[in-house]
């Protein structure tokens, strides 16, 4: 069934477990999701980006409304998530929508806009009862962003000036940069354990930890058991999903029929989304 991500994150917070929430860019993204955490037996999230917006055309409806009708059909929880939403437009649309959450992201400005920003946008969107998260520091690599080094100190989450930060906006979840960065197609990013710890007994609300894709598998269970609770996790559904594209593309080059490959594509991207959900205890 469709839950609300508040009572996803705080179930996963008491209970010590990693949330996982997928990227959807196509329908058989959020059905392969589905299926992964259905395998799994664990909730999930199901999360829709801006940038996923711009390639249906600057329509979110179209993917919310598919999205929400497999949440219904499920056999676990399922939220929705609106992702990393800069456009006010696009944040205003959630609530009518079927989203429980929305990330407001204006972490490339500078502190006090963001502040402000995000300050606004919480205020509004908390009174249509929607879940707000934002973030803090930079975690770069995300589309049409110049590549930002993940060990850049300057890009880090502080630790004082999140307990400030979430004090002063409001947000009910708080995305850290802590070593990670976006659409990384190795998993070999290190992350800062003890930093985690520093903001996680800083700041009063649940941790998200984002570009989970590069973030080895042991590092992704310490840094749970750290005090992360919502990871989000994209590039690895599309590298499962190309990947199964191109083998079946290899092995049958006279193949027309979309549904031969897309089928690989899914199945490959539930069988990722079942392991990092395992991975996330
Ligand atoms: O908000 C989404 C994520 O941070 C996903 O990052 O594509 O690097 O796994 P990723
Ligand atoms: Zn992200």
């Known amino acids: 069934p469709l839950v609300h991500t508040a009572a996803l994150v705080t179930e996963a917070r ?8 997928f990227n959807v860019i196509t329908l ?3 059905e392969a999701i589905v299926a992964g955490a259905e395998a799994a037996g664990r909730p999930v999230i199901l999360q829709i980006s801006e940038n996923a917006v711009k390639f249906h055309h600057g329509r979110l409806d179209v993917i919310a409304r598919a999205s929400q009708a497999v949440a219904a059909g499920a056999s676990v929880p399922v939220a929705l ?13 959630a609530a009518g929508l079927g989203f429980g959450s929305v990330m407001v992201d204006y972490s490339k ?9 995000t300050t606004g946008a919480v205020e509004d969107l908390q009174a249509e009862g929607l879940y707000v998260e934002s973030e803090l520091g930079k975690v770069g690599g995300k589309e049409g962003e110049a590549p930002l080094s993940a060990h850049a100190p300057g890009a880090r989450t502080d630790p004082g000036e999140a307990a400030a930060y979430v004090a002063a906006t409001g947000v009910d979840a708080l995305a850290v940069a ?7 197609t190795s998993r070999d990013a290190a992350l800062d354990h003890e930093l985690i710890a520093r903001i996680a007994a800083a700041v009063p609300v649940p941790l998200v930890l984002h570009g989970s894709s590069g ?9 749970v058991k750290g005090g992360m609770v919502k990871i989000n996790i994209g590039t690895a559904l599309n590298i499962a999903f190309t990947g199964a594209v191109r083998a079946h ?10 549904r031969k490959y897309i089928k690989d594509a899914r199945a490959a991207m539930a069988a990722t989304v079942e392991h990092f959900l395992g991975v996330l205890g």
Do not use: C, I, T
Request: glycine share 6%; no cysteine; aromatic share 6%.
């Open 14 to 21: 008491r209970e010590g477990f990693g949330l996982g929430a």
């Open 28 to 30: 058989e993204h959020a």
């Open 81 to 93: 998530h609106l992702d990393h939403v800069e456009s006010e437009a696009l944040w205003r649309q």
């Open 109 to 117: 400005l500078p502190y006090d806009e963001n502040l402000r920003l």
């Open 178 to 184: 802590v070593g990670s960065s976006h659409a990384m």
């Open 215 to 223: 973030v080895p598998d042991e590092e992704l269970a310490r840094a």
């Open 249 to 258: 593309l290899e092995a049958d080059p006279k193949v027309v029929d979309p």
